[in-house]
C-alpha cells in the first residue's frame, strides 16, 4: 500500500524556520516527483514546490514565487523521504501543508492530477 506521511509542522514566530518531511512507505518515493501544497482555512489548495523524481538525473526543483528564496526542497533517498525547509517564515505561511505524487506523470515536476496524499501537517506562523 502505498503512502506518504507528512510530519514536522507546528506553530512558529514570523521570521523563523521548520523543516516539514514527507516520508514514504509502499514504495520508492526516488522514483517520482514529489510535490508539496498547502491550504489555508478559506483558500484554494496551492502548489509550493516540487522535485523530479531521482530517475531524471537532473534534481529538478520548482517553486511558487510566494516561497521563492524561503524555501527549500530535497530527498533523502536512504531515508525513502522528501523534505520542505522553510525559513523566513510569514503568517500567510499558516496552512495545511500536503505531499503528494502522480502514477501517471512520475518524472517530473509537470503533473496536474496525482493518486497518493498525505494526510497534511499544520504550520501555524503567529506571533
Not at 516540487?50 to 531515508?79: E, L, Q, W
Not at 496552512?95 to 501517471?104: D, G, M, Q, R, T
Request: net charge negative; proline share 2%; hydrophobic share 35%.
Amino acid at each position: 500500500q502505498f503512502q506518504l506521511v507528512e510530519s514536522g509542522g507546528g506553530l512558529v514566530q514570523p521570521g523563523g524556520s521548520l523543516r516539514l518531511s514527507c516520508a514514504a512507505s509502499g514504495f520508492m518515493l526516488n522514483l517520482y516527483a514529489v510535490h508539496w501544497f498547502r491550504q489555508a482555512p478559506g483558500s484554494e489548495r496551492e502548489g509550493v514546490s516540487c522535485i523530479s523524481s531521482s530517475m531524471t538525473g537532473d534534481g529538478n526543483t520548482t517553486y511558487a514565487d510566494a516561497v521563492k528564496g524561503r524555501f527549500t526542497i530535497s530527498r533523502d533517498s536512504d531515508k525513502n523521504t522528501v523534505y520542505l525547509q522553510m525559513n523566513s517564515l510569514k503568517a500567510e505561511d499558516t496552512a495545511v501543508y500536503y505531499c503528494a505524487v502522480s502514477y501517471a506523470i512520475r518524472y517530473q515536476c509537470e503533473a496536474r492530477e496525482f493518486d497518493v496524499w498525505g494526510q497534511g501537517t499544520q504550520v501555524t506562523v503567529s506571533s
